[in-house]
């Protein structure tokens, strides 16, 4: 069983920038692929990035590239998702989800969730 538990929500102004954090529980860390998905009001519930084990390989939605990046610290147990220039379509709750396995598969396969992390950008 692996616990999740999200941090570094906010309010933000358009253009700024927020790091959440994904801390984790369990000794094997590394062997699990963790992503971030996020929901904003009244959608459902999507894919923003991945990354693997090792955090050598990461993916994106098209529309964060280039603003948003994913990262790991084994030895934290801990996920992050630094996000920058941000935008008010980037309002949402923010979740971060751990499997075994690959890193790039649908969010039905994640296999444990963390509770979510509000943030918001105003414009």
């Known amino acids: 069983q692996v616990q999740l538990v999200e941090s570094g929500g906010g309010l933000v102004q358009a253009g700024g920038s927020l790091r959440l954090s994904c801390a984790t529980s369990g000794r094997t860390f590394s062997s699990y692929a963790m992503g971030w998905f996020r929901q904003a009001p009244g959608k459902e519930r999507v894919f923003v990035a991945s990354i693997n084990g090792n955090g050598d390989r990461t993916y994106y939605t098209e529309s964060v590239k280039g603003r948003f990046t994913i990262s790991r610290d084994n030895a934290k147990n801990t996920a992050y998702l630094q996000m920058n220039s941000l935008k008010p379509e980037d309002t949402a709750v923010y979740y971060c989800?751990?499997?075994?396995?690959?890193?790039?598969?649908?969010?039905?396969?994640?296999?444990?969730w963390g509770q979510g992390t509000q943030v918001t950008v105003s414009s």
């Open positions: 989800a751990a499997r075994s396995g690959s890193y790039m598969v649908v969010q039905s396969r994640w296999d444990y």
